[in-house]
């Protein structure tokens, strides 16, 4: 879920929140000053880098290289592994 960050204009109070995208624009209301409605701040963007090519050891009985984020997703479904965690 999308990461977003909220200031109240009354206190100050900022928060950090983790929300589903369908949530994004419901009310969220200041614990600190009983109710304010906060504001969404725009921050920099999260963006996670590919995976840098790598040996894999432990996905099947050899070593498996691995290319790249959606190599392994692919990988992985192709010999029936699921993620955990």
Known sequence: ???YDYKC?????????FLHMSELNL???CG????????RQIGPANIQEDYKPYLDEN???E???VKSRQHRRELMKQ???????
């Open 32 to 39: 600190k000053c009983n109710g304010a409605e906060m504001k």
């Open 9 to 17: 204009p009354n206190c100050g109070n900022e928060v950090e929140m």
């Open 59 to 61: 996905m099947t009985h």
């Open 63 to 65: 070593p498996i290289y």
């Open 79 to 85: 010999h029936k592994l699921v993620e955990l965690g």
């Open 1 to 3: 879920m999308p990461n």
């Open 27 to 29: 009310p969220v209301n």
